[in-house]
């Protein structure tokens, strides 16, 4: 038997409540599941991110078919495109840094030994001034 097509706007809703809960766990996460997290989130296919980039971009289509037919104003397809744009982009430069953080994920620390003590990066020290 078919699943029924879900309502879409309930789809969303749902999504964008899963979304905050992942948002929430990651702040409460301790570094190794955190990390585990952000892999997921920004692996450039199948991450949320990416997939995000990707419902963006098909809004982005809509809002143009729509808008050469007069429904919608230019500036919504202009927005939604620059949109689409802007976060093809941050996906591009986080995607160099995936590994990275995935590695964290991963980078095993004997039992019993204290966790190292953080350093601040020059990056941070400037930030504070």
């Not at 078919?2 to 809703?13: G, I, K, M, S, V």
């Not at 905050?20 to 599941?33: F, N, V």
């Not at 994920?105 to 350093?119: E, I, K, M, N």
Request: aromatic share 2%; no cysteine; glycine share 8%.
């Amino acid at each position: 038997m078919p699943h029924p097509t879900p309502n879409p706007a309930r789809l969303a809703e749902d999504i964008g409540r899963q979304i905050g809960q992942l948002a929430h766990l990651l702040a409460q996460a301790p570094p190794h599941q955190a990390a585990q997290l952000l892999g997921a989130v920004l692996d450039a296919e199948t991450g949320v991110l990416t997939q995000v980039t990707e419902l963006i971009g098909t809004g982005s289509r809509f809002a143009k078919d729509h808008s050469e037919r007069g429904l919608l104003p230019p500036e919504v397809w202009l927005a939604l495109g620059r949109a689409a744009n802007d976060l093809e982009r941050v996906g591009t430069d986080l995607d160099e840094h995936t590994d990275t953080i995935r590695s964290h994920a991963h980078r095993p620390r004997p039992a019993g030994s204290p966790a190292p003590q953080p350093v601040a990066s020059a990056l941070v020290v400037r930030r504070r001034r």
